[in-house]
T-cell receptor
Framework: DSGVTQTPKHLITATGQRVTLRCSPR?????VYWYQQSLDQGLQFLIQ???????AKGNILERFSAQQFPDLHSELNLSSLELGDSALYFC??????????????FGPGTRLTVL | TQLLEQSPQFLSIQEGENLTVYCNSS?????LQWYRQEPGEGPVLLVT?????EVKKLKRLTFQFGDARKDSSLHITAAQPGDTGLYLCAGPWGGTSYGKLTFGQGTILTVHP
């Protein structure tokens, strides 16, 4: 158990819909990262928040947005869903917001299926 | 285009055999990490290598960082069924001012009893 929690574990929805994925970081961690894992693209970085502020962006679609709240939990919002958005979405957390050697602890993921 | 290329993509071996997984890049990385991911779970960090030429051992796993810091390898001695999983290499992307990582495509290892 990494200490990072994600809800829901599974989500099935239809094209065009909007969903919200939730992540609670490990106690004491200030950074939250969102990743998307699919068979064809592998594990791709989406976005990072550090202590409530957006820190870094990856190849995140404009239809996707995220935020980190004062209690440090984070939400990833996916809208106008397409079939290709079906994937595993992971949240990770770390103590610091910088440094490539900064260990990130991954949650169990949310499996999103868009029908 | 992947910044980090892993090979092989799939590896199926018998218990007791040795294996090596490679992670290569045309870019220099300040550090590289290796993760292992099991079905239904998130990746778990195994090791971080920071210095060119560094070798780290974790029980039967040996990790090496290339002298030029463009490549890394993971060697498993006497593989066991419990080693089965997806192995991912990852490196910091966009500079160390950020924590974002770029991952290789992964190597799916299956160890048969």
């Amino acid at each position: 158990d990494s200490g990072v929690t994600q809800t829901p574990k599974h989500l099935i929805t239809a094209t065009g819909q909007r969903v919200t994925l939730r992540c609670s970081p490990r106690s004491g961690d200030l950074s939250v990262y969102w990743y998307q894992q699919s068979l064809d693209q592998g594990l791709q970085f989406l976005i990072q928040y550090y202590n409530g502020e957006e820190r870094a962006k990856g190849n995140i679609l404009e239809r996707f947005s995220a935020q980190q709240f004062p209690d440090l939990h984070s939400e990833l919002n996916l809208s106008s869903l397409e079939l290709g958005d079906s994937a595993l979405y992971f949240c990770a957390s770390s103590v610091a917001g910088t440094g490539g050697w900064n260990e990130q602890f991954f949650g169990p993921g949310t499996r999103l299926t868009v029908l | 285009t992947q910044l980090l290329e892993q090979s092989p993509q799939f590896l199926s071996i018998q218990e007791g055999e040795n294996l090596t997984v490679y992670c290569n890049s045309s870019s220099v990385f300040s550090s590289l990490q290796w993760y292992r991911q099991e079905p239904g779970e998130g990746p778990v960090l195994l090791v971080t290598v920071v210095t060119g030429g560094e070798v780290k051992k974790l029980k039967r796993l040996t990790f090496q960082f290339g002298d030029a810091r463009k490549d890394s390898s993971l060697h498993i001695t006497a593989a066991q069924p419990g080693d089965t999983g997806l192995y991912l290499c990852a490196g910091p992307w966009g500079g160390t001012s950020y924590g974002k990582l770029t991952f290789g495509q992964g190597t799916i290892l299956t160890v048969h009893p």
